[in-house]
């Protein structure tokens, strides 16, 4: 076991992990590690409560949650466009940071450092905002 404390199921329920569609990405000016991804997680909620839609459903007037979300792994992403188009997991629900003078909603989950590195991804394309459970 690591050096972290147990916790109970209840505070692991408060997590909200989510899968996002990176819209762009690019690296953030003067820094060595950082990354500033735009991530799709599908409708805004209060317009998606209790409606079943395709991913490809857009209608006049929907708006998309997009945020922007800062994450210190451009040594293991050389070129960041590379992940325009990829499906990420994200926690969604964290208080908002900024981080070099950008907002960041949200974190970026991976697993691994070095060779070890990798992202976790669905095993197939899922709608933008699936919720991990």
Do not use: C, W
């Not at 690591?2 to 990176?22: H, L, M, Q, Y």
């Not at 708006?63 to 969604?92: H, K, N």
Request: hydrophobic share 35%; aromatic share 6%; charged share 30%.
């Amino acid at each position: 076991m690591d050096d972290k404390p147990r916790i109970t199921i209840a505070d692991f329920s408060k997590i909200e992990v989510k899968i996002g569609t990176v819209r762009s990405a690019e690296r953030v000016p003067e820094t060595d590690k950082l990354l500033r991804l735009m991530v799709d997680f599908g409708l805004k909620p209060s317009q998606n409560e209790g409606v079943e839609r395709s991913p490809e459903a857009s209608a006049v007037g929907e708006e998309r949650d997009v945020r922007q979300i800062v994450s210190g792994i451009a040594a293991y992403v050389p070129e960041p466009e590379t992940l325009i188009g990829r499906q990420l997991a994200f926690v969604t629900n964290l208080e908002p940071r900024t981080i070099r003078g950008l907002e960041s909603n949200g974190m970026l989950f991976a697993v691994g450092t070095g060779e070890t590195f990798a992202f976790l991804t669905p095993d197939r394309e899922v709608p933008p905002g699936t919720s991990a459970h």
